[in-house]
T-cell receptor, first 112, second 115 residues
Framework: GQQLNQSPQSMFIQEGEDVSMNCTSS?????WLWYKQDPGEGPVLLIA?????ELTSNGRLTAQFGITRKDSFLNISASIPSDVGIYFC????????????FGQGTELSVKP | DSGVTQTPKHLITATGQRVTLRCSPR?????VYWYQQSLDQGLQFLIQ???????AKGNILERFSAQQFPDLHSELNLSSLELGDSALYFC??????????????FGPGTRLTVL
């Protein structure tokens, strides 16, 4: 199935460190979304981006919609233990309806 | 809590069997999406319904079918189950058909185990 290229696959960091992850696509998207998934739970929406070049923050999280519309990044500043989980990027092409194309996920581990 | 509910939470069944997964969207949402999450394929879009009508299809097997009822809840039917169908199945809902600032909210999922 179709997937976005998300990197890194996993990260092991110390509490207080900043984190950066990104997604790239071979095709253009109109919307980029970032979700977090905890074990046994559904993905929870963190940030939604709707315009190329848009930079949006949600607390310690900041995400950007790439100017080419083919990429996006998510930064987490001053990580804390509850940031642990799997982060997914997702893109949507409005010409293909509402379906989301997901990245493979970045598994984040935070050492206290 | 996203407002999307899914039942059951867990389902264990045997190969060849048929199961039905149920989803209730957030209040006011008209679109329902089904996704499959497996270790090897990640999160994959299966199908979308909007106000009772099928509107988009993804990587959904012919053994799988879905429908959305007048009260907007949706069911995903999986038949002739195989070991490889074991996965997490998520339902998501949104207000619009597509586009704009429409955002999908996911339910807690149903974990299907086929033995």
């Amino acid at each position: 199935g179709q997937q976005l290229n998300q990197s890194p696959q996993s990260m092991f960091i110390q509490e207080g460190e900043d984190v950066s992850m990104n997604c790239t696509s071979s095709s253009i998207f109109n919307t980029w979304l970032w979700y977090k998934q905890d074990p046994g739970e559904g993905p929870v929406l963190l940030i939604a981006l709707y315009k190329a070049g848009e930079l949006t923050s949600n607390g310690r999280l900041t995400a950007q919609f790439g100017i080419t519309r083919k990429d996006s990044f998510l930064n987490i500043s001053a990580s804390i233990p509850s940031d642990v989980g799997i982060y997914f990027c997702a893109g949507r092409d409005h010409n293909q309806g509402g379906k989301l194309i997901f990245g493979q996920g970045t598994e984040l581990s935070v050492k206290p | 809590d996203s407002g999307v509910t899914q039942t059951p939470k867990h389902l264990i069944t045997a190969t060849g069997q048929r199961v039905t997964l149920r989803c209730s969207p957030r209040s006011g949402d008209l679109s329902v999406y089904w996704y499959q999450q497996s270790l090897d394929q990640g999160l994959q879009f299966l199908i979308q319904y909007y106000n009772g009508e099928e509107r988009a299809k993804g990587n959904i097997l012919e053994r799988f079918s879905a429908q959305q009822f007048p009260d907007l809840h949706s069911e995903l039917n999986l038949s002739s189950l195989e070991l490889g169908d074991s996965a997490l199945y998520f339902c998501a809902s949104s207000f619009r058909l597509a586009g704009g600032t429409d955002t999908q909210y996911f339910g807690p999922g149903t974990r299907l185990t086929v033995l």
